[in-house]
């Protein structure tokens, strides 16, 4: 039987960002001025995401993959290309 991951909505993005090296808040404003309402829902929507995958153990404390958030890109890509 296959494992199943969980990922947040919006955790492909952050996971994604990780494994290319960059900052899990890669892209967080979504094209909203930081200094705006709209920017500000898309840094605390980000920090949502964030939160979650630590929470599934997506990612460490310190942003970095575990092991669980690499089988889940892994899975997301061969499903989802």
Known sequence: MTAVITVPLGGRAVLEAVAAGRSP???????????????????????VVITACREYRLLTDENL?????????????????
């Open 65 to 81: 993959l575990t092991e669980l958030g690499r089988e889940a890109l892994k899975s997301m890509a061969a499903h989802h290309g």
């Open 25 to 47: 808040w890669h892209g967080w404003e979504a094209g909203a001025p930081a200094n705006t309402s709209e920017g500000q829902e898309a840094y605390q929507a980000r920090a």
